[in-house]
């Protein structure tokens, strides 16, 4: 195991190196180079004036020594300055990011046990009436983009024209305290949207583990359903969802960037999009190393944990 894990580490290093490489490669292409000279001095500057200020800034030097120069200032903890927010970009990444992952952590406080309780109901007793109920509401939510369930959250529960103003359309003052009226709408736009893609999967695997020789020489054994379905069934069912749930926060970290933005919840996606919106070039490279590493992590302890879930898996 600890052969395996050095050697995942090691390929996430060398990812993580190609990824934000190819990165910082394209937000410092000719045209982003000269916006960011026209942002920074005067927008009325020439041609000249641009290569001059590029010039004199660095910014015509080597693509690969700045590179090397970036990423030996990432690795001492210096990510550089954000044009944009006048900070350092550090302790701002960190900051944004706590926003961010509170909203995650109550996305999967909801999002995850609503949905393996869909998934084992409808698993249970695949064909059933239950079963496609829970499936058209599965995939009903999956089909659903957030921009589109986010909305309609919005103008049922948050504006005059739905009638029940219940929730706040805006979640900017969630930064400063999290309440139940500025959070519950951003939280339930993704947790919809993520719910049910885990509770096919786990549907899927329920229904499979369900047909198992074992499970039915359980049922001839006399062996209650209930006890059927939590002694036995249960923990093979969820190997498969626990692979998918791990991959939920790579996509909650980005897929918030669409969330952040309807509701003004000034978190990692929101501060993701102002990086690009206004070419901040520092900003936009320290977010993505955030974005890869996160990727690469979870990946890594989905690995680990589906090896600890299913033991017919042997790594060296």
Not at 191 to 219: D, F, K, W
Not at 251 to 275: Q, R
Not at 296 to 305: E, F, H, M, V
């Amino acid at each position: 195991m600890l052969s395996f894990i050095l050697q995942r580490t090691g390929v996430m290093i060398l990812t993580a190196i190609c990824l934000t490489f190819v990165v910082f490669f394209l937000t410092n292409l000719e045209p982003n180079l000269e916006k960011l000279a026209k942002e920074q001095a005067n927008n009325r500057m020439t041609d000249e004036q641009v290569a001059s200020w590029l010039e004199k800034n660095g910014y015509r030097r080597p693509v690969l020594v700045r590179y090397g120069e970036w990423l030996g200032g990432v690795v001492v903890g210096d990510f550089g300055h954000s044009t944009v927010f006048d900070t350092e970009v550090g302790p701002l990444v960190a900051k944004r990011l706590g926003y961010t992952g509170k909203l995650m952590f109550w996305v999967m406080i909801v999002m995850v046990p609503s949905a393996l309780v869909v998934g084992i109901l409808a698993g249970m007793r695949e064909g059933s009436i239950t079963d496609r109920s829970m499936s058209s509401v599965s995939i009903l939510s999956t089909a659903t983009p957030e921009y589109v369930s986010g909305v309609i959250f919005i103008s049922v529960f948050a504006t005059s024209f739905g009638g029940l103003k219940w929730f706040k359309a805006s979640a900017a003052s969630a930064t400063n305290g999290i309440t139940f009226e500025n959070f519950t709408l951003p939280v339930l736009t993704m947790a919809l949207y993520g719910m049910g893609y885990i509770a096919r999967m786990t549907r899927a695997s329920m229904a499979e583990v369900m047909t198992a020789q074992y499970i039915r020489t359980a049922r001839l054994k006399g062996v209650s359903f209930r006890t059927i379905v939590i002694k036995h069934a249960l923990r093979n069912a969820l190997i498969a969802p626990f692979t998918v749930i791990m991959l939920q926060f790579p996509w909650l970290l980005t897929g918030v960037v669409i969330v952040e933005s309807l509701f003004n919840y000034k978190g990692f996606g929101w501060t993701m999009v102002e990086a690009a919106n206004n070419n901040d070039i520092e900003l936009l490279l320290s977010c993505s190393i955030v974005a890869v590493v996160v990727v690469l992590a979870t990946q890594l302890i989905s690995d680990i944990g589906y090896v600890y879930l299913n033991p017919r898996i042997r790594v060296r």
